[in-house]
Nanobody, 123 residues
Framework: DVQLQASGGGLVQAGGSLRLSCAAS????????IGWFRQAPGKEREGVSC????????YYADSVKGRFTISSDNAKNTVYLQMNSLKREDTADYYC????????????????WGQGTLVTVSS
């Protein structure tokens, strides 16, 4: 079975950092792209950052560029999202998802989803 396990969320003050992890199993990790998406209360889900496990190419939403870094440890089948300089507007449920083949950071394209991990940024 395909499984994506997101973890690492929590409560942090504005300006602080968190690292999210997405542990994948049940598929050939190197063939997939992994994306992080988030959904804040009352808002639509948005793509935050995505990475291709095969060539390491990445995408970042403009709102997180320069603050967030996505990385992949193929030996551990795990993708990380390092989030620095967190802002209140980063508060959301964060989800990781997987897509076979080319990296697209569009949520409707993703096949497999993990459960969310809540990030709350306080002022």
């Amino acid at each position: 079975d395909v499984q994506l396990q997101a973890s690492g969320g929590g409560l942090v003050q504005a300006g602080g950092s968190l690292r999210l992890s997405c542990a994948a199993s049940g598929f050939t990790f190197d063939d997939y792209a992994i994306g992080w998406f988030r959904q804040a209360p009352g808002k639509e889900r948005e793509g935050v950052s995505c990475i291709s496990s095969s060539d390491g190419s990445t995408y970042y939403a403009d709102s997180v560029k320069g603050r967030f870094t996505i990385s992949s440890d193929n030996a551990k089948n795990t993708v990380y999202l390092q989030m620095n300089s967190l802002k209140r507007e980063d508060t959301a449920d964060y989800y990781c998802a997987a897509i076979l083949g080319e990296m697209l950071c569009i949520d409707s394209h993703y096949e497999y989803w993990g459960q969310g991990t809540l990030v709350t940024v306080s002022s």
